[in-house]
């Protein structure tokens, strides 16, 4: 291991088979192990007879922990950073120690292992060439929607992480945004015990959640098909409503208005109504 460095090392998300034994040595070898939560952590290092002193390091304390951290690292120490579960800065706290340790020139070496999102994607069987990672959504429903309006035409997989206490409305969510028949898998408790991973359309998880309360326990992962093609059209034939909008009132106005009208998506009428202004000046 390199001396003044930082260890960014993933962990498993449920089974613990799935721990690297790199990983292993890297925790059993660094001087510090910066912790999401150091009670979760404790469990983890207890159970293979670790005993690396820990430091917390969470999200309201990140900024002012990042500094100390970088300060003993420039020292000479070596810092092993991890998240409860899976790899640390995506969706979880880690990336401010990161960055704070590139900007002092401090040595960042990944050691890679398991993600919920590479593997809820492995399990998904979608075609589509390319995949967006949104992580969490808006927790209210109508900040939710409107980000959702968004993405609604999409030519990417969209993969979501949701809590399992927003997950029904979630799905309710996503069937009145993006159609009940967009096909979707919904990965819960990946690698764990009750694992469930179900393909179906929107309107059919929704159904299975709703009708199984202990589909909703557990953290879940929500892999999202690309729109169809027909339906990501580039919005010219709603240019006779936004046209005289675009020309009277500010763009985000004109497509609100429109989207009342029409009854089209947001982002079709937001680049449309771009376009038409675009081409007016």
């Not at 640390?88 to 990336?95: K, V």
């Not at 900007?103 to 919920?116: L, M």
């Not at 990965?187 to 179900?198: A, D, G, P, V, Y």
Request: hydrophobic share 45%; proline share 5%; with cysteine.
């Amino acid at each position: 291991m390199s001396k003044s460095s930082l260890y960014v090392v993933a962990t498993p998300i449920g089974n613990r088979a799935d721990f690297t034994s790199r990983a292993l040595d890297v925790l059993r070898q660094a001087d510090v192990i910066a912790a999401e939560d150091t009670r979760v952590t404790g469990l983890l290092l207890k159970h293979y007879a670790i005993s690396t002193p820990m430091i917390s390091l969470r999200e309201h304390n990140e900024r002012g922990m990042a500094e100390k951290l970088v300060a003993r690292m420039q020292a000479g120490e070596v810092v092993a950073q991890v998240s409860d579960a899976g790899t640390p800065a995506i969706s979880d706290p880690g990336a401010v120690l990161v960055a704070t340790a590139h900007a002092a020139g401090i040595r960042v070496v990944p050691i890679p292992g398991a993600s919920a999102l590479t593997t809820a994607l492995s399990a998904a069987g979608f075609t589509a060439a390319h995949a967006l990672f949104y992580g969490f959504l808006p927790p209210k429903s109508g900040q939710r929607k409107s980000e959702l309006a968004a993405l609604a035409q999409s030519p990417y997989q969209i993969v979501f992480y949701e809590a399992p206490h927003r997950i029904l409305e979630c799905l309710a969510d996503l069937v009145e945004v993006l159609g009940a028949d967009r096909q979707a898998v919904l990965c819960r408790e990946l690698t764990k015990t009750f694992e469930t991973i179900r393909r179906d359309s929107l309107a059919g998880l929704h159904a299975f959640v709703a009708s199984d309360s202990n589909q909703q326990r557990g953290e879940c992962v929500v892999v999202i098909d690309a729109a169809p093609e027909q339906e990501r059209a580039d919005g010219a034939e709603f240019d006779a409503v936004l046209q005289p909008l675009v020309e009277e009132l500010p763009v985000k106005q004109a497509v609100a208005i429109a989207m009342r009208i029409t009854g089209a998506p947001r982002n079709t009428l937001y680049e449309r109504a771009l376009q038409l202004k675009d081409n007016k000046s």
